[in-house]
């Protein structure tokens, strides 16, 4: 991507990372899933945005919403949050609305009170995505992300869902090249300044087998073993790579309790005013 080009994802994503931000602060038990999906829907038009999932080959909502053992792709209903819940929500922004460029970004929520399985496959996902993007930099390869990610999960006892991958991003919601969150160092396309794509690994607590459900939709683990996600859209830079989508502030719900594993890049960033 050329310089001006970046400069209008870098806007895109920023507004995603907006919108999460701003979902964060909605996160508790009795929200629907219909609720925050017309939050993102509304916070999105009023910036001028279109919401890139709805409509997307079908699906149904602004956002995607994946609970407990839903993998991705969850579809926003009548679901209610619940104590002990996590959740998942998946925020693409197009900017401008038409025909604009794609924002992508996801973090993983608590509900209430957690479980201690809760606590620990949402932090391995966590500190499975930093560890992913400290892989970034000019001639590197594809495979050095997803083997330091499948490195770091199974020997926290977890798994690294393989069904479901990163991928480019920029005028199209999904474009080459596919980022696999597991695999072997030293393998896939080499990495180049301008590049631009999406790091999300898909962590769970059990086997990494998937299964679609009927909607057409709905990704869950195949054991119903609970599962975790956070992504990021990145660009490769000439001495390493920029976050387009880091967060002006901590995630609340996900990054503001005690337990939160925040890597040395950390997903978010202390505003002035902190």
């Given at each position: 991507?050329?310089?001006?080009?970046?400069?209008?994802?870098?806007?895109?994503?920023?507004?995603?990372?907006?919108?999460?931000?701003?979902?964060?602060?909605?996160?508790?038990?009795?929200?629907?899933?219909?609720?925050?999906?017309t939050?993102?829907?509304?916070?999105?038009?009023?910036?001028?945005?279109?919401?890139?999932?709805?409509?997307?080959?079908?699906?149904?909502?602004?956002?995607?919403?994946?609970?407990?053992?839903?993998?991705c792709?969850?579809?926003?209903?009548?679901?209610?949050?619940?104590?002990?819940?996590?959740?998942?929500?998946?925020?693409?922004?197009?900017?401008?609305?038409?025909?604009?460029?794609?924002?992508?970004?996801?973090?993983?929520?608590?509900?209430?009170?957690?479980?201690?399985?809760?606590?620990?496959?949402?932090?391995?996902?966590?500190?499975?995505?930093?560890?992913?993007?400290?892989?970034?930099?000019?001639?590197?390869?594809?495979?050095?992300?997803?083997?330091?990610?499948?490195?770091?999960?199974?020997?926290?006892?977890?798994?690294?869902?393989?069904?479901?991958?990163?991928?480019?991003?920029?005028?199209?919601?999904?474009?080459?090249?596919?980022?696999p969150?597991?695999?072997?160092?030293?393998?896939?396309?080499?990495?180049?300044?301008?590049?631009?794509?999406?790091?999300?690994?898909?962590?769970?607590?059990?086997?990494?087998e998937?299964?679609?459900?009927?909607?057409?939709?709905?990704?869950?683990?195949?054991?119903?073993?609970?599962?975790?996600?956070?992504?990021?859209?990145?660009?490769?830079?000439?001495?390493?790579?920029?976050?387009?989508?880091?967060?002006?502030?901590?995630?609340?719900?996900?990054?503001?309790?005690?337990?939160?594993?925040?890597?040395?890049?950390?997903?978010?960033v202390?505003?002035?005013?902190?």
């Open positions: 991507m050329t310089k001006r080009m970046i400069d209008n994802m870098r806007e895109a994503c920023q507004l995603a990372a907006d919108t999460l931000l701003m979902v964060g602060e909605h996160i508790k038990p009795g929200v629907s899933t219909d609720e925050l999906n939050l993102v829907h509304e916070y999105t038009l009023k910036h001028k945005a279109r919401p890139a999932p709805l409509n997307y080959k079908g699906f149904p909502k602004s956002t995607c919403t994946s609970l407990n053992e839903v993998i792709h969850g579809i926003p209903g009548d679901r209610v949050l619940a104590d002990g819940d996590i959740i998942n929500v998946d925020v693409t922004s197009v900017l401008p609305a038409e025909h604009g460029y794609y924002g992508d970004t996801s973090a993983t929520f608590y509900v209430g009170e957690p479980s201690e399985e809760a606590k620990r496959v949402v932090e391995v996902a966590r500190r499975c995505l930093e560890l992913g993007i400290e892989q970034v930099r000019p001639r590197g390869r594809l495979g050095d992300i997803g083997a330091a990610i499948q490195e770091y999960a199974e020997a926290q006892g977890c798994s690294v869902v393989r069904d479901y991958v990163g991928h480019g991003i920029g005028r199209s919601f999904h474009m080459p090249p596919q980022v969150h597991y695999g072997r160092r030293g393998t896939l396309v080499r990495m180049k300044p301008g590049m631009v794509f999406t790091i999300e690994p898909m962590i769970n607590v059990g086997g990494y998937t299964e679609l459900l009927s909607d057409g939709w709905t990704v869950v683990t195949r054991d119903r073993s609970l599962s975790a996600q956070f992504e990021h859209t990145v660009v490769v830079t000439r001495s390493g790579c920029e976050v387009l989508t880091r967060r002006s502030g901590r995630l609340a719900h996900s990054e503001d309790v005690p337990w939160a594993d925040l890597g040395p890049l950390s997903c978010w202390e505003s002035p005013a902190a």
